[in-house]
């Protein structure tokens, strides 16, 4: 707590939710939230988080959110190349089947998120991936598990199984049956490589990985979706 509390943290904290809560603008427009009450709340919210990445990403050998430039090439490489062989995998078998398990009158809205029919809204959809969710979902815990246990392996097992419960209480709320073991294995499987990701190369490639996992919706025809 001493180091999320100093002046460099909480500067550096409220600089990246700064950058991170103007990538959720976009979603929070297409979700038709109430934007005034909600881009406040999420700046509210994202201080916090980024405090505990910013304060404790560094431990456990972390490199954090700041690393050296041969790193960080090296993993945007990594974000780029998991991306690429990861899109034919959701293209051809993923998106038909998570789109024929939200096909029914109560989940119109759900499907809109999740496939935005617009270019605005599926650029709204990667900026809010590579941003708050990646944020909440691994960064964050990652870099509070690994602060709690002093092991990169617990904290990545823990992310993962963090993950599996919000995957589940999605899929629940969504009403979804079909596929539910499917879509949450694969929830676990992008969210541990993404953790490996940020533990090895820090914030800038995790985040380009997460933007990548979503750019199946810029390929789906309109009709599709």
């Known amino acids: 707590m001493r180091d999320f509390l100093t002046e460099t943290n909480l500067?550096?904290?409220?600089?990246?939710?700064?950058?991170?809560?103007?990538m959720t603008m976009g979603r929070l427009?297409?979700?038709?939230?109430?934007?005034?009450?909600?881009?406040?709340?999420?700046?509210?919210?994202m201080a916090f988080v980024c405090g505990a990445v910013t304060a404790w990403g560094g431990r456990g050998g972390m490199?954090?959110?700041?690393?050296?430039?041969?790193?960080?090439?090296?993993?945007?490489?990594?974000?780029?190349?998991?991306?690429?062989?990861l899109l034919p995998v959701q293209l051809l078998w993923l998106d038909p089947s998570f789109?024929?398990?939200l096909v029914n009158p109560e989940s119109v809205a759900r499907m809109e998120l999740a496939y935005p029919s617009t270019a605005n809204g599926c650029l709204s959809l990667v900026l809010w991936s590579a941003g708050f969710q990646m944020?909440?979902?691994?960064?964050?815990?990652?870099?509070?598990?690994?602060?709690?246990?002093?092991?990169?392996?617990?904290?990545?097992?823990?992310?993962?199984?963090?993950?599996?419960?919000?995957?589940?209480?999605?899929?629940?709320?969504?009403?979804?049956?079909?596929?539910?073991?499917?879509?949450?294995v694969w929830a676990m499987v992008t969210t541990g490589v993404g953790c490996l990701v940020f533990a090895r190369f820090g914030l800038a490639p995790t985040m380009l990985l997460a933007a990548g996992l979503d750019l199946n919706v810029f390929f789906l025809p309109s009709s599709a979706i």
Not at 29 to 45: M, R
Not at 69 to 80: D, H
């Open 135 to 184: 944020m909440f979902l691994q960064a964050a815990p990652m870099s509070f598990f690994v602060r709690l246990t002093g092991s990169q392996s617990w904290a990545l097992g823990l992310c993962v199984a963090l993950r599996a419960l919000v995957s589940y209480l999605q899929i629940d709320v969504a009403g979804v049956t079909e596929h539910a073991a499917l879509f949450t």
């Open 99 to 101: 789109r024929n398990a």
């Open 29 to 45: 427009v297409h979700s038709e939230k109430p934007f005034a009450i909600y881009i406040g709340l999420t700046f509210a919210l």
């Open 63 to 85: 490199p954090g959110i700041i690393t050296n430039s041969q790193t960080l090439l090296r993993g945007l490489a990594v974000a780029a190349t998991v991306s690429l062989v």
């Open 11 to 22: 500067i550096r904290a409220t600089g990246l939710s700064a950058i991170l809560t103007l």
